[in-house]
């Protein structure tokens, strides 16, 4: 088990911003049922009974624990789980879709956040962390995720809601403050502007640039102009601290495996998915609102 120290990092990084994925392919279809029988329509009604949960999910069997975690995690508005054979003895499930709506991670609302996972095992353990584990420990809480075939993202996040975050809130790092801090969306990138100071020096910044994603886990700043007080700048002290925000958004250490490749920005939301879009299908549902 990673240290808490190295884990909170990681969770850090894990989630902040925009941080989930989902789409199935032919190759992963059931085998026919001419081998092993069709459901009984008791099993097919049972897969298709929905689950409620609303401000809490008290309730310990596997679904009822991979749900909470989420909520936990994300604290969404909402939140559905579908959840295709599993888990077995060993923990494994063969398919899994989650839609959060409202999610918010480091004080930032996500609009929707979508997944699916294709043959995942997760390290069950306890629900109360009598394993030896403490509660909350892991990278999805108490059920950690040992192995994942692939993975399948869609994350959609809006321009009002990064500037109803920014308003009034003050960043730091490197010794530096921003403050008064706007963003505008842009097809392809963004301008935003802010109030830097840093020991004596204090100074409007406007910084526009274009996105892009590295090495299908990453979204970065690419070719960024950066202007102070309406003049553009090689300022090193500002230069210096914009290059310490790179990345905006790390998925390298995501539970899930997913190779990022659409980057779709307008003048109102900024969208991050893999190739293959999310799918959801019929299975063991649960569903949760938080009012």
């Known amino acids: 088990m990673k240290s808490s120290k190295n884990g909170e ?6 989630y902040s911003a925009v941080c989930a994925a989902a789409a199935v392919s032919a190759l992963f279809i059931l085998v026919p049922l001419a081998v092993f029988g069709g459901p009984s329509r008791a099993s097919a009604a049972e897969a ?4 409620t949960f609303t401000g809490t999910v008290e309730e310990t069997d596997f679904p009822a624990r991979l749900l909470r975690n989420l909520v936990e995690s994300l604290a969404p508005e909402s939140l559905e789980l579908v959840l295709e054979d599993g888990p077995d003895a060993s923990g494994a499930v063969r398919r899994l879709y989650f839609e959060a709506r409202g999610a918010k991670q480091g004080g930032i609302r996500i609009d929707s956040l979508r997944l699916e996972a294709l043959f995942v095992k997760f390290d069950i353990g306890s629900p ?6 403490a509660p909350g420990e892991g990278n999805l809480g108490d059920l950690n995720v040992s192995e994942a075939v692939q993975g399948y993202f869609e994350g959609r996040v809006l321009e009002k809601d990064l500037n109803d975050f920014l308003l009034g809130a003050t960043l730091t790092g490197g010794g530096a ?5 706007r963003f505008d969306l842009r097809p392809g990138g963004f301008s935003a502007s802010a109030r830097f100071a ?3 020096v204090s100074a409007r910044v406007v910084v526009e640039s274009h996105l892009e994603i590295e090495d299908r886990d990453r979204l970065r ?5 950066v202007s102070v007080n309406n ?9 210096e601290a914009i290059e310490k925000a790179q990345p905006l958004l790390d998925f390298r250490d995501f539970p899930f495996p997913v190779r990022l490749r659409e980057l779709t920005v307008d003048e109102d939301a900024l969208v991050l998915a893999t190739r293959v879009a999310p799918t959801r299908f019929e299975g063991t549902t649960l569903r949760y609102e938080a009012r």
């Open 9 to 14: 990092k990681k969770a850090g990084r894990r």
């Open 48 to 51: 298709r009974a929905v689950r």
């Open 128 to 133: 109360s962390g009598n394993d030896g584990s």
């Open 177 to 181: 403050e921003w403050k008064d801090l």
């Open 198 to 200: 840093s020991g004596v």
């Open 221 to 225: 700043m690419r070719n960024y102009r």
């Open 231 to 239: 003049a553009e700048t090689d300022m090193a002290m500002i230069l």
